[in-house]
């Protein structure tokens, strides 16, 4: 199997988007201007823009250090350079063109996000399998962060096995990016940037393939795209923990797992190693229809429970309960992080005839009451005119508004 050896430049771009990523979450803001993809090598992390406290940076170092697995004395030392591209170097110095693994922040959809570690040679395996799904693509735009596992594999790693461009995109206008497009473009999206590309209306040239992942993407949003001229739409169906499992191009077709995979049971999965031999079985956290050893549909996802005051409870079914009262359009439920406490915490989209008042707050606790027991009704319940998102278009966490949440005594109460 073919090797991959990343560069100082891929250092440099994985670096700014984890850097620039935790940056963002200790300060709680938003880019919605693509500052990030502004900061060059020479970009100061106590100058103008990035302008770090002390603790900032130290947070910053630590996070990419742990995103490449180098130690906590060599994460000290990396503190002490200034610039963005002398953290690259170093980082390829100390790490080397072939990382041992990669450590990924998943968006984590019942509670806290967690890290997920993978080892780079799982990853040029899936990206040696996938890189023959381009033939004929001679450039890549990228809507996907490179340091997400989808941004890992299909941006950094795929275009340097076929020796062709990956220009990072995220931040353009959609219809204009659209109108640039050429024969033997692909673009990296997920499924709330196609869904934007559908809302401009834009015709899709000749030749263009559309790659989809990190979460279903609608059938309808797939149609829409196709009407529009978008002749390919490869969808990748995979997760951090596993990394790329199986792929479409049929909107009705079942999923073709990758040659990475053999399957050993209902929902297990083994790769080889690089050493030789086989893995420990991967399990699927989702419900698999097999069609046969290497076709298979996605059924359902599988629910997770998480803990409240040591009982099981399923943010789904909180969930579903919300969503029976007639004032809700839409919600997400997951467990409060330990900051904030140790109950389940909601966050409603109303219907556009309601407004958020104390009032229907009141009046939700009140259906929950009766649908659920006390450990599972949400302790916190906020309101907004949609749900909260990351980069990816993928669920993600909220802080909760101040204030008492109820005692842990109490919601253990039946």
């Known amino acids: 199997m073919r090797r991959i050896a990343l560069d100082s430049y891929d250092y440099f771009i994985l670096v700014r988007a984890v850097a620039f990523a935790k940056l963002k ?15 060059a090598a020479e970009s100061d992390f106590i100058r103008e823009p990035l302008k770090t406290t002390p603790d900032e940076l130290a947070q910053v170092s630590e996070q990419v250090a742990g995103y490449f697995g180098l130690s906590a004395e060599k994460a000290a030392v990396l503190a002490e350079l200034p610039s963005l591209g002398q953290w690259a170097g170093y980082l390829l110095e100390q790490v080397g063109p072939r990382p041992d693994r990669i450590a990924f922040s998943t968006s984590g959809s019942t509670g806290e996000p967690k890290t997920v570690v993978r080892d780079f040679f799982f990853l040029e395996q899936d990206a040696v399998h996938l890189a023959d799904l381009f033939p004929g693509v001679n450039r890549f735009l990228a809507l996907a962060p490179p340091h997400h596992i989808y941004g890992f594999i299909h941006a950094v790693l795929i275009p340097k096995l076929l020796n062709v461009p990956c220009e990072d995109r995220r931040f353009v206008n959609l219809s204009a990016l ?56 490869l969808e990748i169906y995979g997760s951090s923990e596993n990394g790329a499992i199986g792929y479409r191009t049929g909107l009705n077709d079942p999923l073709t797992l990758l040659p990475t995979w053999k399957r050993v049971g209902e929902d ?32 359902k996802r599988l629910d997770h429970a998480v803990q409240v005051a040591g009982i099981n409870v399923y943010p789904a079914r909180v969930r579903d309960a919300l969503l029976t009262h007639e004032a809700v359009a839409d919600c997400a439920v997951r467990l409060m992080r330990p900051e904030e406490g140790h109950r389940l915490k909601a966050f409603v989209v109303l219907q556009a005839s309601r407004e958020a008042d104390p009032g229907i707050r009141d009046a939700l606790r009140v259906h929950l009451a009766r649908l659920l027991s006390h450990v599972e009704q949400p302790a916190s319940i906020i309101f907004g005119p949609e749900l909260p ?7 993600a966490d909220w802080n909760i508004h101040p204030g008492p949440v109820p005692a842990l005594e109490q919601a253990t109460r039946r």
């Open 25 to 39: 979450a200790v300060r709680n803001i938003s880019d919605v201007f693509g500052e990030e993809l502004l900061l």
């Open 178 to 233: 659209i109108n640039e497009l050429r024969p033997g473009d692909a673009i990296l999206g997920f499924p709330h940037v196609w869904r934007l590309c559908v809302e401009t209306g834009e015709l899709f040239p000749p030749g263009v393939l559309g790659v989809t992942s990190t979460g279903p993407c609608p059938p309808e949003i797939i149609r829409s795209l196709k009407s529009l001229g978008l002749e390919t739409m």
């Open 268 to 299: 297990r999965l083994v790769r080889d190693l690089e050493q030789g031999g086989s893995s420990a079985p991967f399990l699927v956290q989702d419900m698999l229809d097999w069609v046969d050893h290497t076709h298979f549909f996605v059924k």
């Open 389 to 395: 998102k990351n980069e990816l278009g993928k669920a």
